[in-house]
């Protein structure tokens, strides 16, 4: 078929084709207001290094020393930031109704390359609970540092975790995209479409 076809399918079957689209475009908004909302809050924390003790030393020396010591950390931590001890900790803060195990899937954590940064995504049902669940997963993290470092979670060890941006109160869910069910729900709804006026 030339585009002259084409043209002439549409003009026959125009109405009935720009219906079905629609359809399409309907189902998938029906489809998201059925989806569970999905909220996502960040919060950072660097990976630091206690290497002035009580004599102040700034030197060259010691600052070296504590890039070595972070450096060498920073997997370690983003291993224990997605641990059930952490989770626990959120749990118990934040008087949450939840096992560890559902909230460790609830959160990620990462490092930026080249960085002794950490990144925690947490997600939640609400705005709120997914900016409280990533400040109190940062601080948890800090304090299961501690524990690692000196045994003791309120102690600050040779290595020691830093929140350095608290999470912002998300403005809309990340999940479900409504912008893409829609795009998608139009696609199909215009293939079906096509189909319907070429039968």
Do not use: C
Request: charged residues 20%.
């Amino acid at each position: 078929m030339d585009l002259r076809e084409y043209l002439r399918v549409f003009r026959a079957h125009w109405l009935g084709m720009v219906l079905i689209t629609l359809l399409g475009v309907a189902v998938a908004f029906g489809w998201t207001l059925l989806q569970p909302k999905v909220y996502t809050a960040d919060a950072s924390a660097i990976v630091q290094a206690n290497t002035s003790g009580d004599t102040g030393d700034s030197s060259l020396s010691s600052a070296m020393l504590g890039n070595s010591l972070t450096s060498g950390r920073v997997k370690t931590y983003v291993a224990l930031g997605q641990s059930r001890a952490v989770a626990e900790g959120v749990i118990t803060e934040l008087n949450l109704d939840v096992s560890a195990d559902q909230l460790v899937k609830q959160v990620s954590v990462a490092n930026t390359v080249d960085t002794t940064t950490l990144k925690v995504t947490a997600d939640a049902s609400s705005p709120e609970k997914a900016r409280d669940i990533a400040e109190a997963w940062v601080r948890s993290m800090g304090a299961e540092v501690n524990r690692l470092e000196t045994t003791d979670p309120a102690k600050k060890g040779a290595v020691f975790l830093s929140p350095i941006d608290s999470a912002r109160l998300p403005d809309a869910p990340s999940s479900p995209n409504t912008r893409l069910a829609l795009a998608l729900g139009a696609l199909v709804g215009l293939a079906v479409a096509v189909g319907y006026g070429l039968l």
